[in-house]
């Protein structure tokens, strides 16, 4: 069964340090994306990256990285210098063809971070 | 572009009342979708729509019905609403289905005394 695991409840950093938000996915599909939100206080959702099964290069905007490794199912994602802007709920999401339509976006139970000044 | 909106942004509702929420996009998008979220959680996809005229259910829809009259317009109605049905509810939409990414709208809260 799909399932997208973010163990990281909650991080505290202080402004400027670098943090990894980890995410860790099962899926039987051999195509399939993967997605992070970002939830700040004012509560949208903002789309952050798309990345599909068949792309494991890294990517990088800005202070913001993503590291794909098929081989381990992750999909973490990299903030570096952290501000206090970057407080905010971030989510991992799955998606894959379930056929028919059946359409589901699997989501994380979502990564809390706290950039304290 | 606005986007995608909703309609109220807030509500509250007493035991037993309904109401619809409105969602519209100005994206073009064929696949449509209502999420709740309760606290601390992520999101449960309540409703779905892959086309104009077409719904399917999500993971939790009981409780809830939708309705897509127009490709650009999502409707989620609550006929009888209760205290459990308190969340904030989000709709989205996306171009096609599973590849593509799902834009949000800013979410309506509601609250049931």
């Known amino acids: 069964a799909q399932k997208v695991t973010q163990a990281q409840t909650e991080i505290s950093v202080v402004e400027k340090e670098d943090v990894t938000l980890d995410c860790v996915y099962e899926?039987?599909?051999?195509?399939?994306?993967l997605f992070w939100y970002k939830q700040p206080p004012s509560g949208e959702l903002v789309f952050l990256i798309r990345?599909?099964?068949?792309d494991e290069q890294n990517e990088i905007s800005g202070r913001y990285s993503w590291n794909f490794q098929k081989s381990t199912s992750s999909f973490n994602f990299t903030i570096t210098a952290s501000q206090v802007v970057d407080s905010a709920v971030y989510f991992c999401?799955?998606?894959?063809?379930?056929?028919?339509?059946?359409?589901?976006?699997?989501w994380g139970a979502g990564t809390k971070l706290i950039i304290k000044p | 572009n606005a986007g995608v909106t909703q309609t109220p942004k807030f509500r509250v509702l007493k035991t037993g009342q309904s109401m619809t929420l409105l969602c519209a996009q100005d994206?073009?998008?064929?696949?449509m979708y209502w999420y709740r979220q309760d606290p601390g959680m992520g999101l449960r996809l309540i409703h779905y729509?892959?086309?104009?005229?077409?719904?399917a259910k999500g993971e939790v829809p009981d409780g809830y019905n939708v309705s897509r009259l127009k490709k650009q317009n999502f409707l989620l109605g609550l006929e009888s609403a209760a205290p459990s049905q308190t969340s904030v509810y989000f709709c989205?939409?996306?171009?096609?289905?599973?590849?593509?990414?799902?834009?949000f709208g800013p979410g309506t809260r509601l609250l049931v005394l």
């Open positions: 990345r599909n099964s068949f």
């Open positions: 729509s892959v086309g104009e005229g077409t719904t």
């Open positions: 899926t039987r599909d051999t195509t399939y994306y």
């Open positions: 999401a799955l998606s894959e063809d379930q056929g028919d339509s059946n359409y589901q976006l699997i």
């Open positions: 989205a939409s996306s171009r096609q289905g599973y590849q593509e990414t799902q834009y």
């Open positions: 994206m073009n998008h064929e696949y």
